[in-house]
């Protein structure tokens, strides 16, 4: 079984850029999640999807970051503009739907965000 | 809000030498409790876990146990290797819900021969 893909890897940007990642769960997985890794630091949820619904934007700073999951499979992230602070990796995750122990989430690599 | 809370890293240990990581968590309810391990240039990977109080998770020689009296899921190993440096994670959830993961800061392992 294939495992959640992210791309790209690694990105460099200069401040006040935009950049997009793109995430690709485990098929048939009906959730997906975006967290926010800071060196140092575990990861931290920036936004939920339950197919091509949002069930949690909380912690989305959504005066600069925006995400979609067209169709309820593939999920890009963007940031418009990058700061500083926004330098971390980037982690997507999915899981099942269905409750109990069949709910781990499964990550992806991440991708690499270095804003200067 | 729940939360979780790693001991700090970086810990080093010589190959064989027996590992402690202690984990502790606040939540309201009785979350799953989860061990993830991110080696060098990987992603996060599942370890281990464990639904309820009293239940014991266990994988590749890596044991932990879910003590509700004491909110705590602290990661044990008798015999660590060099394979094993990696970043480890503790982190909750509640699966009776569509809930995302609350981790910990991470504990940094170094095993040296």
């Known amino acids: 079984e294939a495992g959640v893909a992210q791309s790209p890897r690694y990105k460099i940007i200069e401040k006040r850029q935009s950049v997009a990642f793109w995430c690709n769960p485990i098929s048939g997985h009906a959730t997906l999640y975006w967290y926010q890794q800071i060196l140092g630091q575990g990861p931290k949820l920036l936004i939920q999807?339950?197919?091509?619904?949002?069930?949690?934007d909380s912690q989305l700073p959504k005066d600069r970051f925006s995400a979609e999951r067209l169709k309820g499979v593939d999920s890009t992230l963007k940031i418009q503009p990058a700061k500083l602070e926004d330098s971390a990796v980037y982690l997507c995750?999915?899981?099942?739907?269905?409750?109990?122990?069949?709910?781990?989430?499964?990550f992806g690599p991440g991708t690499r965000l270095l804003v200067l | 809000g729940d939360s979780v809370t790693q001991m700090e890293g970086p810990v080093t240990l010589s190959e064989e030498a027996f590992l402690t990581i202690n984990c502790t968590y606040t939540?309201?309810?009785?979350?799953?409790l989860f061990w993830y391990v991110q080696y060098p240039g990987e992603g996060l990977q599942l370890l281990l876990k464990?639904?309820?109080?009293?239940d014991k998770g266990s994988n590749k020689g890596f044991e932990a146990t879910y003590r509700k009296e004491t909110t705590s899921f602290h990661l044990e190993k008798g015999s660590v290797q060099v394979s094993d440096s990696a970043v480890y994670f503790c982190?909750?959830?509640?699966?009776?819900?569509?809930?995302?993961?609350?981790f910990g800061k991470g504990t940094r392992l170094s095993v040296i021969a």
């Open positions: 464990a639904t309820k109080a009293d």
């Open positions: 939540a309201t309810g009785y979350p799953s």
């Open positions: 982190a909750l959830s509640f699966t009776s819900g569509n809930t995302p993961l609350v």
């Open positions: 995750a999915s899981s099942t739907s269905g409750q109990g122990i069949r709910k781990t989430q499964y």
């Open positions: 999807f339950q197919n091509n619904g949002v069930v949690d």
